[in-house]
């Protein structure tokens, strides 16, 4: 057991699994190639069975050195789902089963904690971007209505009905060909409209969706501060006893330097007595 905790603790040991990862990311993606020989399938098959049997010897031994502190950790669990499902699916003749294989990438998630912040704090920041998304989607679904009422005549295509109208706003939102393809032609027959599209994209693309983005950042801000703190946490729990840290030495000193003073000022009484 004592071989197997060294072994995971190796410091190479995470740059093999990823390397692992990638080849077989590589791997599967050339395996969609239709002009691959049956040779080359065959030979590209048995490397990526290779590369899950390693992401399962490093589960196993998991599971043999945590025990049941394995089970504490979310993106342990997290790993564990995706060997199990990569186990159970290996031997079906389903294409789109075993398509399913390209999720081992997400594996990457459970070794690279900086991946792992990114995620939380994208699900941490789910709740305040519903209320945002509703928002967006209030925005989109007034000037989608308005929208039909002043254009669909003339553009049905573009503004037919709620729906197209919707999606015609999405384009203008995402910047894609939205002032040659649909505000240009559409302010050939109306002059107006060029402030329908200008106050929609203000309150869209400029101001809602930068406030997503601004929940997002604080949501990592706030994630990685709690992820080094409990580094810090981990590293003092760890930590030799004769290591102590910059607020114990500080403390010390201050209390010398008070004892210092205090002999001083009895001294300096004794003198004038």
């Known amino acids: ?88 699916f290996i031997s079906s003749s389903v294409s789109v089963i075993r398509a399913f294989r390209i999720f081992r990438l997400l594996k990457a998630l459970a070794e690279f904690p900086e991946l792992q912040i990114l995620v939380s704090s994208m699900l941490k920041a789910i709740p305040s971007m519903s209320w945002a998304l509703m928002l967006l989607f209030i925005i989109f679904y007034i000037f989608g209505v308005f929208g039909s009422s002043l254009f669909g005549e003339d553009f049905p295509e573009l503004f037919g009905d709620i729906g197209g109208s919707m999606f015609t706003l999405f384009q203008v939102m995402t910047f894609e060909s939205w002032a040659t393809a649909v505000a240009r032609p559409i302010m050939a027959v109306y002059s107006y409209a060029w402030i329908y599209f200008l106050i929609f994209i203000l309150l869209t693309a400029i101001t809602l969706l930068n406030v997503m983005v601004g929940i997002v950042v604080e949501a990592v801000g706030s994630i990685s501060e709690a992820a080094k703190q409990k580094a810090a946490e981990e590293a003092a729990k760890n930590a030799p006893p004769d290591v102590r840290t910059a607020n114990e030495i500080e403390a010390e000193i201050r209390t010398h330097l008070s004892q210092i003073e205090e002999l001083l000022q009895k001294r300096q009484l004794a003198a004038k007595e």
């Open 1 to 88: 057991m004592e071989i197997l905790q060294k072994a995971l603790n190796w410091k190479h040991t995470q740059k093999i699994i990823t390397f692992v990862i990638i080849l077989n990311a590589a791997v599967l993606g050339i395996l969609t190639s239709r002009s691959l020989t049956v040779d080359e399938i065959a030979l590209l098959e048995a490397i990526d069975k290779g590369c899950l049997v390693i992401f399962t010897i490093e589960l196993v031994a998991k599971l043999l050195v945590y025990r049941r502190s394995f089970w504490s950790e979310g993106w342990n669990i997290f790993d564990f789902v995706i060997v199990l499902t990569s186990i159970i």
